[in-house]
């Protein structure tokens, strides 16, 4: 049995801004974030989140994890500056289905000039579903790493 259709915007949480992802992956899907450093996020977990199980695929998990350090570090460094992910880890405590929220924190633990280290985590309600963490490398301007 399929999961159920869910509506990627209905009941965003309040004081969160909507934010369209761009790319081959999630391109065209709103997100949300919030905080003086946007290290609040918010995402809706729709049907064709689901796996088979009806839970929501690690793939998805891991996908948003990536997205919402990057973004998070992103935003702390000039605009011009490239950054790749140099290392990512999610540790899958819990599930999420259609129709929940996940909403989380990012906390930066080093924003250099060559590396960027965040962690965080995704919550539904009270529950931890995942703990994330993430390291990023600054490119040069000649697009090799420093």
Same mark, same amino acid.
């Given at each position: ?9 209905? !009941? @965003? ?8 992802? $761009? ?10 974030? !919030?905080?003086? #450093?946007?290290?609040?996020? @918010?995402? $809706? ?16 998990? /891991? ?10 570090? /992103? ?8 950054? &790749?992910?140099?290392?990512?880890? &999610?540790?899958?405590? !819990? ?16 924003? !250099?000039?060559?590396? *960027? ?11 931890? &579903? ?5 390291? *990023?490398?600054? #490119? /040069? ?6």
């Amino acid at each position: 049995m399929p999961p159920p259709k869910v509506d990627e915007h209905s !009941g @965003a949480p309040e004081g969160f801004v909507p934010r369209v992802l $761009r790319g081959p992956f999630f391109g065209g899907r709103t997100v949300f974030t !919030g905080g003086v #450093l946007t290290d609040l996020f @918010a995402a $809706r977990i729709t049907g064709d989140d689901c796996n088979g199980l009806g839970i929501t695929h690690g793939g998805v998990i /891991a996908t948003l994890a990536d997205i919402f350090v990057v973004g998070f570090i /992103a935003a702390q460094l000039p605009a011009h500056a490239r950054l &790749v992910t140099a290392s990512l880890s &999610v540790d899958y405590l !819990g599930s999420s289905r259609a129709g929940d929220w996940l909403l989380g924190r990012i906390h930066a633990h080093r924003i !250099g000039r060559r590396q *960027c280290v965040a962690s965080g985590e995704f919550r539904v309600g009270e529950r931890t &579903v995942a703990l994330i963490k993430a390291s *990023c490398a600054i #490119l /040069a301007d000649s697009g090799t790493p420093q």
